[in-house]
């Protein structure tokens, strides 16, 4: 089992700024592309960003120039810079990775936490 654990979450103004981060283990962190996504209430999960195991980004539209997601590598963390804050990017953010075995994907999730855009 994958454990993968986010914290950094909460409640900011609209045009504030938060940075979650996302621990995981070791030995899968440093060669798998990782990824964050974010589910509001009453949508379906979507994926905000992603950067694979030499740093490429990828990013959905609604998120580019405001969100950056970067590894540490030597940390085995993950993090999603989230700035310019709006009341839509309200949701619960999720870490990702998937890995093949087998040849055979599964994802992993974290917990969540939980991020609240409000005035």
């Known amino acids: 089992q994958v454990q993968l654990v986010e914290s950094g979450g909460g409640l900011v103004q609209p045009g504030g700024s938060l940075r979650l981060s996302c621990a995981a283990p070791?030995?899968?962190?440093?060669?798998?592309?990782m990824a964050w996504y974010r589910q509001a209430p009453g949508k379906e999960r979507e994926l905000v960003a992603s950067?694979?195991?030499?740093?490429?980004?990828n990013y959905v539209e609604s998120v580019k120039g405001r969100f950056t997601i970067s590894r540490d590598n030597a940390k085995n963390t993950l993090y999603l810079r989230m700035n310019s804050l709006k009341p839509e990017d309200t949701a619960a953010y999720y870490c990702?990775?998937?890995?093949?075995?087998?040849?055979?994907?599964?994802?992993?999730w974290g917990q969540g936490t939980r991020v609240t855009v409000s005035s």
């Open positions: 990702n990775v998937r890995l093949l075995n087998r040849g055979v994907r599964t994802d992993y």
């Open positions: 070791g030995s899968i962190f440093s060669s798998n592309a």
């Open positions: 950067i694979t195991s030499n740093g490429i980004t």
